[in-house]
């Protein structure tokens, strides 16, 4: 089975930088799309970042320009550079991505979340 192990999260003040990290592991497992989740008590789930293998990312309008996805293919790992934070980044982050067994049929992929990690902004 797949799973993803984050690290990384903690207390920042505003202004401040974290950087989240994200492995995922598994025997006989082809790892697709690698992304970045966030979610605050209360509020629906929103998406960060992604990027796919050929690292091609994508960003929410609210992080463009302060964030950074990046990833090792290699080692099946995905990175979250995080800048110039402010208070209303605070939020509980997800690492995602996209499995598939090498047995499987080509492109029968299944969403793979982390058991997310908490990221404060606060003076």
């Known amino acids: 089975q797949v799973q993803l192990v984050e690290s990384g999260g903690g207390l920042v003040e505003p202004g401040g930088s974290l950087r989240l990290s994200c492995a995922a592991s598994g025997s006989n497992y082809d790892i697709n799309a690698m992304g970045w989740y966030r979610q605050v008590l209360g509020k629906e789930r929103e998406l960060v970042a992604t990027?796919?293998?050929?690292?091609?990312?994508n960003y929410a309008d609210s992080v463009k320009g302060r964030f950074t996805i990046s990833r090792d293919n290699a080692k099946n790992m995905v990175t979250l550079q995080m800048n110039s934070l402010k208070p209303e980044d605070t939020a509980v982050y997800y690492c995602?991505?996209?499995?598939?067994?090498?047995?499987?049929?080509?492109?029968?992929?299944?969403?793979?979340w982390g058991q997310g990690t908490l990221v404060t902004v606060s003076s």
């Open positions: 995602r991505a996209e499995a598939r067994h090498i047995t499987w049929t080509i492109n029968s992929y299944f969403g793979v």
């Open positions: 990027i796919r293998r050929g690292e091609t990312a």
